[in-house]
């Protein structure tokens, strides 16, 4: 596969990622403290390193999975309050609702599955790069 395919692909998986982000900061943001050593939101060039979220996806060949190939990602929050797992898991499953919209934005002619495992997401599905 050509690396521009690849790349394309990176950046529309990217700009799901990053409206997913942005939702989470107006939901939540107001109820955490930002770390005082992460820059505020709108100040980077990437979300994934400002403000109180950061979603990052890692692809995955998915072999100890029974769904096969995919990405895994993951919900971080950088805030002074204790977030707790019942919250994480609300925003989880926020950010996932969100980006099964999203993806259908930015890949409109894939067929690709949004689930929580754990701690986790998992987007999987029709992962042709063309």
């Known amino acids: 596969m050509p690396s521009?395919?690849?790349?394309?692909?990176?950046?529309q998986m990217r700009l799901a990622l990053n409206e997913a982000?942005?939702?989470?900061?107006?939901?939540y943001g107001s109820m955490f403290t930002r770390?005082?050593?992460?820059?505020?939101?709108?100040?980077?060039?990437?979300?994934?390193?400002?403000?109180i979220f950061s979603l990052d996806?890692?692809?995955?060949?998915?072999?100890s999975t029974q769904d096969g190939p995919g990405y895994t990602v993951d919900l971080r929050?950088?805030?002074?309050?204790?977030?707790?797992?019942?919250m994480h898991g609300q925003m989880?499953?926020?950010?996932?609702?969100?980006?099964?919209e999203e993806l259908k934005k930015v890949f409109?002619?894939?067929?690709?599955t949004v689930t929580r495992k754990g701690n986790i997401l998992r987007i999987t599905g029709d992962m042709d790069f063309k």
Do not use: H
């Open 4 to 11: 521009d395919e690849l790349e394309k692909w990176e950046r």
């Open 21 to 27: 982000d942005a939702a989470l900061e107006r939901k």
């Open 35 to 51: 770390r005082p050593n992460r820059p505020e939101i709108g100040t980077t060039v990437n979300p994934m390193y400002d403000g």
């Open 57 to 63: 996806a890692k692809f995955s060949l998915g072999i």
């Open 77 to 86: 929050t950088s805030c002074l309050e204790y977030v707790s797992s019942e």
């Open 92 to 100: 989880l499953n926020e950010a996932a609702v969100i980006l099964v």
């Open 108 to 112: 409109p002619d894939k067929q690709l």
